[in-house]
């Protein structure tokens, strides 16, 4: 069977899968209709690695710093850590960019989430054939955000068939597979909170979702997964390819993410293919792993672990392909970063500017209204790491000016 034929099939069976969350052995795999003949027995011996399904508080769930997705734009994520008490700042800040950039005042994603009248409804329904207007064309980032808010969208529609799973820690949960989940249900907490009654009558609490709870992150596992889905960008494939190398030649061998100077210096300490050779006897299984029909491609996405830093964000956060990479990459000849057009980066930058500006005024109002002598100390750090901010988004102007 080949790979793209085992994803399909896996996607086909995920649903009726998950939907049994107890031990499967192969003779009542096979006596429900399964039909997956010897894979029953992997089955069986991967489930019973999982508990139960059991719901987690989605503020006790940590994202795994080094899982291949990046879900949240680049400058975004600078701004904030991808932590449980920042989400709705997050998004907050997200959805004031998007808006900024549509020239909107206001960016109302509840009528996405009820599935009521939109405007992309509107343009849908009056569609002539011609395509969509300039004028109406998302950017990478609109089309980012769009993604988490239809996900959660169809959550609420839908229900939740795949629960997420995560590691157990002292303090905290983990995910090992679910971000993009994790955060749906951050999105429908925020707008409908607990108690959500939905067209049917059923009542729902998004602040807790159904997980899985696992020994440890497994990033074989986590490939499994996204390969089913088949729908990781370029460098979000480099990222996988590397934790997958990095697990074949033993963790101990590289340094921490934290330790980095980037989050892709981290995975490129493999990107000598020289040095870290595919391991003997492994070859197939990382390449069934990939999901790739080609060993060739291995290389290919190994390649992307060296790109310059900029256009390294720049196909994380726009879904560029490998081969758009690669001809952006040969077109730079010896220039080591990404450049744009003058005009468009200090756009970019004013743009940045003005929504930090925005939320740095919205933050201060709500702290200055309860100021106490226990809040003081809160508002100044505030202040302080704002003007930090921009102080650097200044000398971003400064710089396009050059």
Request: one cysteine or more.
């Amino acid at each position: 069977m080949s790979s793209r034929e085992r994803r399909r099939k896996i996607q086909d069976e995920e649903n009726l899968l998950f939907a049994n969350p107890n031990t499967l052995d192969p003779k009542t795999a096979d006596a429900i209709g399964f039909g997956l003949g010897e894979l029953a027995a992997e089955i069986a011996a991967a489930d019973s690695a999982f508990q139960p399904i059991e719901a987690v508080s989605i503020q006790e769930i940590h994202p795994n710093s080094v899982q291949p997705r990046y879900s949240i734009p680049h400058d975004i994520a600078e701004i904030f850590a991808l932590h449980p008490k920042n989400i709705v700042d997050i998004f907050e800040r997200w959805i004031m960019e998007v808006q900024l950039e549509r020239g909107q005042t206001d960016y109302d994603i509840l009528n996405f989430l009820l599935g009521a009248v939109t405007d992309r409804g509107e343009r849908a329904e009056t569609d002539d054939g011609d395509g969509a207007p300039a004028s109406h064309l998302p950017s990478a980032k609109e089309l980012a955000l769009m993604k988490l808010i239809d996900l959660a969208a169809s959550i609420r529609r839908d229900g939740l068939s795949n629960p997420i799973s995560l590691v157990q820690h002292d303090q905290h949960y983990e995910i090992e597979t679910g971000e993009r989940r994790w955060l749906a249900y951050h999105i429908l907490n925020w707008k409908f909170g607990d108690g959500d009654k939905l067209t049917d009558g059923s009542i729902v609490n998004w602040s807790r979702i159904p997980a899985r709870i696992v020994t440890q992150v497994d990033v074989w596992r986590q490939a499994s997964e996204n390969n089913a889905r088949d729908n990781l960008n370029a460098i979000s494939r480099a990222r996988q390819l590397a934790l997958l190398l990095m697990d074949l030649h033993g963790w101990s061998n590289f340094s921490r993410l934290d330790a980095c100077e980037s989050e892709q210096s981290f995975y490129a300490q493999v990107a000598d293919g020289a040095t870290w050779r595919i391991p003997r006897g492994q070859g197939e299984r990382l390449v069934n792993a990939m999901g790739l029909s080609d060993a060739g491609q291995l290389r290919q996405y190994r390649a992307l672990l060296r790109l310059p830093g900029e256009l390294w964000r720049k196909g994380d956060d726009e879904d560029l392909s490998e081969g758009e990479l690669r001809k952006m990459k040969a077109s730079l000849d010896s220039v080591t970063r990404v450049t744009v057009r003058r005009e468009q980066r200090k756009k970019d930058a004013l743009a940045r500017l003005a929504a930090d500006a925005t939320q740095w005024r919205n933050k201060l109002r709500k702290e200055i209204n309860s100021v106490d002598s226990l809040n003081r100390p809160k508002i100044r750090k505030l202040i302080e790491a704002e003007i930090r901010q921009l102080l650097r988004l200044m000398a971003d102007i400064d710089e396009s000016e050059s």
